[in-house]
């Protein structure tokens, strides 16, 4: 027959001492008898039953408890025991023991934060897990035990989400409990600042009757007085400033790493003996300065989160939303000059305060959650989807269609003139060259600028942006006048005028014999003209020569390379630049480009242009 219940959980109870006892993890020890684990329920009782027989014996010994955690945590893996099981155990531990122990308990809880963040372990134990931290929290307290209540609190902020509604305070409770007592005695005041006649027990009664404000903002409070106290506190900060000098015994013990020993209080003591002191601290100043900031944005931020009926803000005049802004700033400019580092710390508290503004604005608006599921479009409006419309370039590469007549307008004059210069793009795309000589361009522009042409300045061409953009390029391409620095000219316009004067220049000295020298300069030169041009050319006008017809510096190499006089080299580019665009390079292809580099008179004697 089958072993019973209780005979099963004995064995198991057995079986999960043994392992704990040798500190080790083997879920081996789940199975009795056979390959078949435990039910679940059974294992996580005796789990449970094993903790509560180390908590009662009580020995001092923790490696036990945490080799318990540690056999818990193996089996959920392993799916032997429910993923809650650890964090029961967890809970019961810190419930069942002294605070010293729980230290420890929670600092192995911590150290072992990765295995929490687990999908499964978070979605199963989390509540659990708050239930036993908050339990925690309020058996510590905040005056003695401040360093585990932060980790407590940092532990939880890194494992639940921000929306997490039990961390969020969403109706703007505040901590009533957090009275500050302080002395009604004057005499005891008396003794202390006898020879200070602005710190007197009368401040001291201002400025620690301030701390009620602060701890509860929404009450009904004298704001008049609260404004007349604040200005009270924040003259003597002004007028008494702190020494920025440090000592060398300050410097020395910061220098010295095993001095450097941090003490933080949670609550300032408000003996009237020690308020002259306390305003001669730093921290001290700063921790009433940054309340005042953080006061004056809660009341003029115009927070809807408390919802109470019982706490209700003060009346927000125009008196007092000046008095506060004026506040602010004041409590800043005192904060630069308070040492150390003051402008550094004013600086930091003033981004806080403007990262505050967006989180004000997502608690007033319910807290909502910051990620988004990607499933869930319910929110969305729906989109209305339009057919597509029939585009004109949808025909206009279709071969089987008829070329359109229906002009399409791009938005611009100039882009809708060139789409539609053909209706059939493929075929505009197969002219030889689009690019027009210099002449041909600018023969309209050379007759606007006649003296005799009558034309206004604001109509000429050379006025035209679109003009002078092209002008541009095409000079850059094909005239070493683009690049001839000239100094008296300041305008594209001027520039423009400058280059077509330069070219029509010898047109102009040649009119009369224009019609006599059409048949010469439409001819191929000879090689003994361009001999001749070659042996007329001087270092600088050999160079300029082979800018303007576009010759790369590895071929001026290869000639430099090749021939030792510059008369060879001129010769053998002239001849070979002849070879390559002939017929297009005509006589009038030299005679402009000499004329362009000022070299009219290396054409004149070479074609015999004087004489005809």
């Not at 440090?246 to 003591?269: G, H, I, M, R, W």
Request: charged fraction near 25%.
């Amino acid at each position: 027959m089958g072993m019973d219940v209780t005979d099963r959980m004995k064995l198991l109870k057995e079986a999960i001492l043994q392992e704990v006892n040798k500190d080790s993890c083997d879920i081996n020890c789940f199975k009795l008898n056979s390959d078949i684990p435990e039910d679940r329920t059974m294992i996580d009782q005796a789990l449970r039953e094993t903790l509560y027989e180390y908590i009662e014996k009580d020995d001092g010994s923790l490696q036990k408890y945490f080799n318990v955690f540690k056999l818990a945590v193996e089996a959920a893996k392993h799916g032997l025991t429910s993923l809650s099981a650890p964090f029961v155990l967890f809970e019961d531990t810190l419930d069942a023991t002294n605070l010293s122990t729980a230290e420890e308990v929670f600092a192995f809880l911590e150290a072992n934060v990765s295995s929490w963040r687990n999908e499964s372990f978070y979605s199963s134990g989390k509540n659990v897990l708050l239930r036993a931290c908050n339990n925690l929290l309020r058996r510590l307290s905040t005056l003695q035990h401040t360093e585990i209540c932060g980790k407590v609190q940092l532990l939880l902020a890194s494992l639940f989400p921000l929306d997490e509604k039990s961390a969020l305070n969403i109706m703007s409770s505040f901590n009533l409990d957090n009275v500050t007592t302080y002395s009604q005695d004057e005499t005891d005041m008396a003794l202390s600042t006898k020879e200070q006649s602005v710190i007197d027990f009368s401040l001291y009664n201002k400025f620690w009757s301030l701390q009620d404000y602060f701890r509860s903002p929404t009450s009904s409070h004298d704001w008049l007085q609260f404004s007349k106290d604040v200005d009270a506190v924040l003259q003597v900060f002004t007028e008494y400033k702190l020494d920025s000098l440090p000592t060398n015994a300050d410097l020395k013990k910061a220098s010295d790493p095993t001095e450097q020993c941090q003490v933080y209080f949670a609550k300032n003591l408000t003996s009237p003996k020690l308020f002259d002191l306390q305003l001669s601290d730093s921290n001290f100043r700063r921790q009433f300065l940054v309340e005042i900031i953080v006061l004056c944005q809660y009341l003029s931020s115009g927070s809807t989160t408390n919802r109470s009926n019982k706490f209700k803000p003060p009346p927000m005049t125009d008196e007092l939303v000046n008095w506060m802004e004026n506040t602010v700033k004041r409590a800043y400019n005192i904060l630069n000059d308070i040492p150390p580092n003051g402008c550094d710390f004013a600086k930091t508290v003033r981004h806080i305060i403007n990262r505050e503004e967006f989180w004000i604005a997502w608690k007033n608006s319910g807290c909502p959650k910051f990620v988004r599921s990607g499933t869930t479009t319910s929110f969305l409006p729906k989109r209305k989807f339009r057919t597509r419309k029939h585009c004109y370039a949808d025909t206009i590469f279709k071969d089987d269609s008829e070329p359109s007549n229906k002009k399409l307008c791009l938005g611009n004059t100039e882009l809708t003139r060139l789409w539609n210069i053909n209706s059939n793009n493929m075929d505009s795309c197969q002219v030889p060259s689009c690019t027009p000589s210099i002449d041909t361009f600018f023969a309209e522009a050379a007759d606007q600028i006649a003296p005799d042409a009558g034309v206004e300045d604001q109509y000429k061409l050379i006025k035209q942006p679109n003009f002078q953009w092209r002008a541009l390029r095409l000079l850059s391409h094909k005239s070493s006048l683009f690049y001839q620095p000239i100094p008296s000219i300041r305008t594209v316009p001027e520039f423009l005028s400058h280059v077509i004067e330069k070219m029509i220049e010898p047109t102009i000295n040649q009119t009369p014999k224009s019609e006599q020298s059409d048949n010469v300069t439409e001819r191929v030169p000879t090689p003994d003209e361009l001999t001749s041009i070659a042996k007329a050319l001087s270092e600088v006008d050999y160079r300029s020569l082979a800018t303007h017809f576009e010759v790369v510096e590895s071929e001026l190499k290869y000639y430099e390379e090749k021939f030792d006089t510059l008369q060879q080299r001129a010769i053998e580019m002239l001849l070979d630049l002849q070879a390559r665009s002939s017929p297009d390079f005509t006589v009038s292809t030299y005679i402009n480009a000499l004329n362009e580099l000022d070299l009219q008179k290396i054409a004149n004697e070479v074609f015999s242009l004087s004489e005809q």
